[in-house]
Nanobody, 119 residues
Framework: HVQLVESGGGLVQPGESLTLSCAGS?????????VGWFRQTPGKEREFVAS????????FYADSVKGRFTISRDNAKNNVYLQMNSLKPEDTAVYYC???????????WGQGTQVTVSS
């Protein structure tokens, strides 16, 4: 069973930046997979933030983060990153990464990493 590991969250002030990392729990658990970042706040469904194809040739973003967040990956290190700039209080959430499974949906979620944006 593959489970991804998210890290890099924290408490920041509005306008500041954070970089989240997503790593596979096994040696090749991201190999060949598109990977996405999602976020969730209490009482709400998990929402899409960004995704990136295996080759990193294509990246997709939610309108709410477009122009502020950048998703990237280093396949040699089996890691995917989410650079978050100009953070807003509404970005506060638990952030999860998931890989796109053959069924078409995302899965293999980790425990998530908390991002809090507050002054």
């Amino acid at each position: 069973h593959v489970q991804l590991v998210e890290s890099g969250g924290g408490l920041v002030q509005p306008g500041e930046s954070l970089t989240l990392s997503c790593a596979g729990s096994g040696g090749d658990s991201l190999d060949g997979y598109a990977v996405g970042w999602f976020r969730q706040t209490p009482g709400k469904e998990r929402e899409f933030v960004a995704s990136i194809t295996w080759s990193a040739g294509n990246a997709f973003y939610a309108d709410s983060v477009k122009g502020r967040f950048t998703i990237s990956r280093d396949n040699a290190k089996n890691n995917v990153y989410l650079q978050m700039n100009s953070l807003k209080p509404e970005d506060t959430a638990v952030y999860y990464c998931g890989r796109k499974e053959p069924t078409g949906g995302f899965g293999s979620w980790g425990q998530g990493t908390q991002v809090t944006v507050s002054s």
